[in-house]
């Protein structure tokens, strides 16, 4: 059973566009929410994380928007550049442990 | 200060063939994990460990088995591979902390097992 959803699975966006991507939990008792970016052939980096104490961080372009009632959250990529096509896993994680639940990841394509 | 590194890179099996994939990390991190990639499953936890001499089973620990002899390195092992078994494989290591913390990734091994 997938413990954290992703959607979508594929995304194009334009040059200077926002990429948003969606991920869905059930377990309540989850509290830290990161990102993760790979490029092809290399290894997943994180990216930006958030706990559900607060409901948006931001770094740079990137922006997690976290919906603690409807156990959602969301990362945005603002002014999208073709740098950033790469693959994007959500993730979540118990306070007291190191186990990360992943999502199935999002191909982002920036296209020029 | 090279991270985690992986070896080897690339790997092609036989069914019933045995192999061990390495994980080294040069930042004296105490939690390491082994994961598998495939494509529309994410990143799933094989298995892990919380610091020398000790390994704890992930989601998908099945058909695998892992050592944990130095701090600096941990091994995953296939006793007998099989096609279920091609996939991506990714070490990870972070620090010992009180909560989740950064996991810093290798660069992957491809495994196929025809």
């Known amino acids: 059973q997938q413990q954290v959803k992703q959607s979508p699975q594929s995304l194009i966006v334009q040059k200077g566009g926002i990429s948003i991507i969606n991920c869905a939990y059930e377990?309540?008792?989850?509290?830290?929410f990161p990102w993760y970016q790979q490029f092809p052939g290399k290894g997943p980096a994180l990216l930006i994380a958030i706990r559900p104490d607060v409901s948006e961080k931001k770094e740079g372009r990137f922006t997690i928007s976290f919906n603690k009632s409807a156990k959602q959250f969301s990362l945005h990529i603002m002014d999208s550049q073709p740098g950033d096509s790469a693959t994007y896993f959500c993730?979540?994680?118990?306070?007291?442990?190191?186990?990360?639940?992943f999502g199935t990841g999002t191909s982002l394509t920036v296209i020029p | 200060n090279a991270g985690v590194t992986q070896t080897p890179k690339f790997r092609v099996l036989k069914t019933g063939q045995s192999m061990t994939l390495l994980c080294a990390q040069d930042?004296?991190?105490?939690?390491m994990y082994w994961y598998r990639q495939d494509p529309g499953m994410g990143l799933r936890l094989i298995h892990y460990s919380v610091g020398e001499g000790t390994t704890a089973k992930g989601e998908v620990p099945d058909g695998y088995n892992v050592s944990r002899l130095k701090k600096q390195n941990f091994l995953l092992g296939l006793e007998s591979a099989a096609p279920s078994q091609t996939s991506v494989y990714f070490c990870?290591?972070?620090?010992?902390?009180?909560?989740?913390?950064?996991?810093?990734f290798g660069p992957g091994t491809r495994l196929t097992v025809l």
């Open positions: 377990n309540t008792a989850f509290d830290y």
């Open positions: 990870a290591s972070s620090r010992a902390k009180q909560g989740p913390d950064t996991q810093y």
């Open positions: 993730a979540a994680s118990f306070s007291t442990g190191n186990q990360f639940y």
């Open positions: 930042m004296n991190h105490e939690y």
